[in-house]
Nanobody, 129 residues
Framework: DVQLVESGGGSVQAGGSLRLSCAAS????????VGWFRQAPGKEREGVAV???????????EHADSVKGRFTISQDDVKNTLYLQMNGLKPEDTAMYYC????????????????????WGQGTQVTVS
């Protein structure tokens, strides 16, 4: 069975930093789409950052405009863990954060769509005041 387990969430003041981790078991971060999504109360889940393969390049990271320059997605193939470094946090970043992993190597064109991801973690809460 595939399991994605997030950690690293918490409560911070505006301007602070957190690093989220997503450890995978039964799944290997390779050429498929992986990413971080978030969902605030009363809002739809939205993509925050994704990693995918394009033009044969194994690792290509993108970030949503709302977090560009503040958040950084990365992955450690040895530890089989996905990270989201979040700096300059703002109150509007408050949400439940989920990591997601897909199994389709051709998922690049749909990388920002939830349907591209078969596996989801349970979520970790980030609260910024």
């Amino acid at each position: 069975d595939v399991q994605l387990v997030e950690s690293g969430g918490g409560s911070v003041q505006a301007g602070g930093s957190l690093r989220l981790s997503c450890a995978a078991s039964g799944y290997t971060y390779r050429r498929n789409c992986v990413g971080w999504f978030r969902q605030a109360p009363g809002k739809e889940r939205e993509g925050v950052a994704v990693v995918y393969t394009r033009d044969g390049r194994r690792y290509y990271a993108e970030h949503a405009d709302s977090v560009k320059g503040r958040f950084t997605i990365s992955q450690d193939d040895v530890k089989n863990t996905l990270y989201l470094q979040m700096n300059g946090l703002k109150p509007e970043d408050t949400a439940m954060y989920y990591c997601a992993a897909g199994i389709n190597e051709g998922c690049g064109p749909s990388r920002w769509q939830m349907g591209a991801y078969e596996y989801w973690g349970q979520g970790t809460q980030v609260t910024v005041s």
